[in-house]
């Protein structure tokens, strides 16, 4: 059996991992460090303690009838299921950075750099002169740290990394916990946030500068001047209607996002709204004199699980689209086709530049309405597909006249697909006109084929 010192070598090596463990969770009890990093080093000095316990050299025993001792908690398991990448870094020779081998990498971390051996080293996995003095500072000097950095690669990434230095016997070389924290979305989330205050600054100076500026007028030089007067008010009330669709839709953006991650519960014919929609705009379709072809399915065929006031601001803001962009006594052409697979429809046109802008979440067998909105105005370059759905973008060119808008109306159909679980895609050709296709799933009876709804029925 072990002696008594080898016994308490054992036990002390344990209570110094778990004294280790205990420490990462007080400070972020604290305030004084984040709670998954605090997490990660608890579980990881924890297991270590454990682990190095195991694999210290073990003493001549004698063959007892003792019970074996309890199975240590799972440290590693917990490591493993961690979506963040975690990887444990054993120090090469000295002066030789290139030498720190990993031990221990969790699922997260073999996924993302790909890693296929046991005894990968570091500088093969991360490429990064960051990361890797990072790393030495936590192995060589004992110091804990983090560090940004963006890895080479296409697909725009932002990772943080952090290297803390682990305890372990002196007789074994130095151990450092690297954990890695994909910040992508945070910094396009803080991009996003900046993006949006400059320009909806920028959108409302417009209209208050002219606006201020009229008014100053007229108690000035135009006080007596009744033909300046009523020109000026005309404008003014332009400027005014201006600003009030622009905050109207950014208060309907605001509540779309906050409820964005809630699935609607209603069901809304979706032919049903395009045709309510269209007749709500005939003075606008009348006053353009644009009018539009219909090919819908008979009523009930597109019955689809949504919200009806959001779908129908769907379709209002594309067939306004629509209407803006098409010429005098042009011609509008609605579809709504069902039953559907997910999948972006086919482009028509074979020159057509196409892009799916929002695809929807498949699910094996689901069934999708389609609505298409096509018109024939002056299209759109194959490089501004990609912003179409972005806040306040407007296409280059088509700014100015009488297509005045806020820039927000494509931002809002794409926040509303995506709750709904649908797809939206565009393709046009520059002089052709553009046609927006948008698709959301139909609703559980419509989903069913008809000896299934005659048999639910009976």
Do not use: C
Request: aromatic residues 4%; without cysteine.
């Amino acid at each position: 059996m072990p002696s008594p010192s080898d016994a308490r070598l054992d036990r002390l090596t344990v209570l110094t991992g778990l004294a280790g463990a205990a420490a990462p969770l007080a400070l972020a009890a604290f305030g004084q460090a984040e709670a998954l990093p605090a997490l990660v080093v608890s579980a990881g000095m924890a297991g270590l303690g454990l682990m190095l316990a195991r694999r210290a050299p073990a003493p001549v025993q004698t063959v007892t009838s003792a019970p074996p001792t309890a199975a240590p908690l799972p440290f590693a398991s917990i490591l493993e299921e961690l979506e963040d990448p975690v990887m444990v870094t054993e120090a090469g020779a000295p002066g030789e950075p290139a030498g720190h081998r990993l031990i221990f990498a969790n699922r997260a971390a073999r996924l993302l750099f790909r890693i296929q051996r046991q005894d990968a080293r570091l500088i093969t996995v991360i490429r990064n002169p960051q990361v890797t003095e990072l790393v030495d500072e936590a192995l060589i000097g004992g110091i804990a740290g983090h560090v940004a950095f963006e890895p080479a690669g296409a697909p725009e990434r932002v990772w943080t990394a952090t290297a803390r230095p682990l305890a372990g016997p002196e007789s074994r070389p130095a151990l450092a916990l690297l954990v890695l924290r994909d910040q992508t979305d945070l910094r396009r989330a803080e991009r996003m946030r900046a993006d949006f205050l400059a320009n909806a600054s920028h959108e409302l100076r417009t209209p208050l500068a002219s606006l201020s500026g009229f008014i100053e007028t007229l108690r000035g030089p135009a006080r007596d001047d009744t033909d300046a007067r009523d020109r000026f008010l005309a404008i003014m009330q332009i400027q005014a209607e201006r600003m009030a669709r622009l905050i109207n839709d950014l208060m309907s953006l605001s509540r779309i996002e906050l409820n964005e991650h809630i699935a609607p519960q209603g069901r809304v014919d979706l032919a049903l709204a395009a045709t309510d929609v269209a007749d709500a705009m005939t003075p606008v379709l009348r006053g353009k004199g644009v009018r539009i072809e219909w090919n819908t399915p008979p009523s009930g065929g597109a019955s689809i699980e949504g919200d009806r006031d959001q779908i129908i601001q769907v379709i209002q803001n594309l067939i306004d689209n629509a209407v803006k962009y098409s010429p005098q006594d042009g011609v509008i052409r609605v579809e709504v086709s069902s039953p559907v697979s997910g999948d972006p429809p086919a482009v028509r046109d074979p020159e057509a530049a196409r892009l799916a802008l929002l695809t929807p979440e498949h699910r094996p067998g689901e069934l999708y309405a389609l609505l298409r909105i096509s018109d024939g105005g002056p299209g759109m370059p194959r490089d501004a597909l990609p912003r179409l759905t972005e806040r306040f973008y407007r296409v280059e060119g088509q700014k100015s006249g009488d297509r005045t808008g806020t820039g927000l109306g494509l931002a809002i159909v794409k926040h509303i697909v995506n709750r709904h679980r649908g797809g939206v895609s565009v393709e046009s050709v520059e002089g052709r006109g553009a046609t927006f296709s948008v698709w959301f799933p139909l609703a559980a009876a419509a989903q069913m084929s008809w000896p299934e709804r005659v048999a639910k029925a009976s």
